[in-house]
C-alpha cells in the first residue's frame, strides 16, 4: 500500500465516520456501570492491548487480501515489480481492505459487553451510518474516477475483490 493511500484511509475513510461518534447518544445502561476510577489513565494497559491487538488484526487481514490477490492470480508476489499490473490492483485491495475494516472497528467498539451488533444502540447515529455510507462513495470515487485514481495509483477492482474485502472485516 502506498503512502497517499494510507493517508487516505484516515482522511477519506475514517474521518467522516469518527467525526459523526460526537453525536453518539448515550448508551441505555450508561448509568447502570460504575464511574472509571478517576487516578486511571485512559491510555490503560486493557486499551492500549485493545488498539495493538486491533491494529495488528487489521494490518493482517489486509496483509492476506494484498497476498490472495496474487495467489488467486496464480503469481507469486514475492520480487514482484510495482509495474506488475496486478500490483495496483493489489494495493487497491489493501486500502480498500482497511477502509472497511475500519468501519466495521467503530461499529464494533460502540457495543459493550452485554451487547451484540444487533442491538439498537449500535444503528441508533444516523450521523455515523450516513459518514459511513458517504466515505464509501468518496473510496469508490478514489478507485473509480481515473483523476483520483491516478493520483492516488489505484486500480479497479472487480466484485470479488469487494467480497473479499467485505470479508475480511
Known amino acids: 500500500i502506498l503512502t497517499l493511500q494510507i493517508l487516505?484511509?484516515?482522511?477519506?475513510?475514517?474521518?467522516?465516520?469518527?467525526?459523526?461518534?460526537?453525536?453518539?447518544?448515550?448508551?441505555?445502561a450508561i448509568m447502570t456501570q460504575a464511574p472509571r476510577n478517576?487516578?486511571?489513565?485512559?491510555?490503560?494497559?486493557?486499551?492500549?492491548t485493545s488498539m495493538v491487538w486491533t491494529g495488528c488484526l487489521m494490518g493482517v487481514i489486509a496483509f492476506l487480501n494484498f497476498v490472495g490477490l496474487f495467489y488467486r492470480n496464480g503469481i507469486s508476489f514475492i520480487g514482484?515489480?510495482?509495474?506488475?499490473?496486478?500490483?495496483?490492483?493489489?494495493?487497491?485491495?489493501t486500502y480498500v481492505t482497511l477502509a472497511v475494516v475500519s468501519w466495521v472497528n467503530i461499529l464494533y467498539k460502540r457495543i459493550s459487553a452485554n451487547e451484540s451488533?444487533?442491538?439498537?444502540?449500535?444503528?441508533?447515529?444516523?450521523r455515523l451510518l450516513a459518514g459511513i455510507g458517504i466515505s464509501g462513495l468518496l473510496v469508490c470515487v478514489?478507485?473509480?474516477?481515473?483523476g483520483a485514481a491516478r493520483f492516488l495509483q489505484t486500480a479497479p477492482l472487480t466484485p470479488g475483490d469487494w467480497l473479499y474485502a467485505a470479508l475480511g472485516s
Open 8 to 28: 487516505a484511509v484516515d482522511l477519506v475513510a475514517e474521518l467522516l465516520p469518527v467525526t459523526a461518534l460526537t453525536w453518539d447518544p448515550p448508551q441505555d
Open 117 to 126: 451488533l444487533f442491538t439498537r444502540y449500535v444503528w441508533s447515529n444516523w
Open 38 to 48: 478517576p487516578n486511571d489513565h485512559v491510555f490503560n494497559r486493557s486499551t492500549l
Open 142 to 146: 478514489l478507485v473509480y474516477v481515473p
Open 80 to 93: 514482484l515489480q510495482a509495474s506488475h499490473p496486478l500490483y495496483a490492483r493489489a494495493t487497491t485491495l
